[in-house]
């Protein structure tokens, strides 16, 4: 079974940073491409970021430059450090396989952003 535990969210002011961590278990990691995503109060859930079997990355326009996706085989754990923070990424973050349905997304971390 597909197990994704999210932390390092919380309450920043803007200009701050933080890291999230993603442990993932009941899958072969380190063939998977693995992602965050984020959903914010009142707003369809969006891609944030995502990180390849080979390491490739990509990010959503608006987190490009501030937002760094990283990975760690050997624990079975995705990482999203965030920089240079902003009110409008206030969301609810989750990390799970990419292309992963909303219904199989775990309880994610809450980032709060105050200008």
């Known amino acids: 079974q597909v197990h994704m535990v999210e932390s390092g969210g919380g309450l920043v002011q803007a200009g701050g940073s933080l890291r999230l961590s993603c442990a993932a278990s009941g899958i072969d990691f380190s063939v998977n491409a693995m992602a965050w995503y984020r959903q914010a109060p009142g707003k369809q859930s969006e891609l944030v970021a995502y990180?390849?079997?080979?390491?490739?990355?990509d990010y959503a326009d608006s987190v490009k430059g501030r937002f760094t996706i990283s990975r760690d085989n050997a624990k079975n754990t995705v990482y999203l450090q965030m920089n240079s923070l902003k009110p409008e990424d206030t969301a609810v973050y989750y990390c799970?396989?990419?292309?992963?349905?909303?219904?199989?997304w775990g309880q994610g971390t809450p980032v709060s952003v105050s200008s």
């Open positions: 799970n396989l990419l292309g992963s349905p909303r219904r199989n």
């Open positions: 990180i390849g079997e080979d390491f490739s990355t």
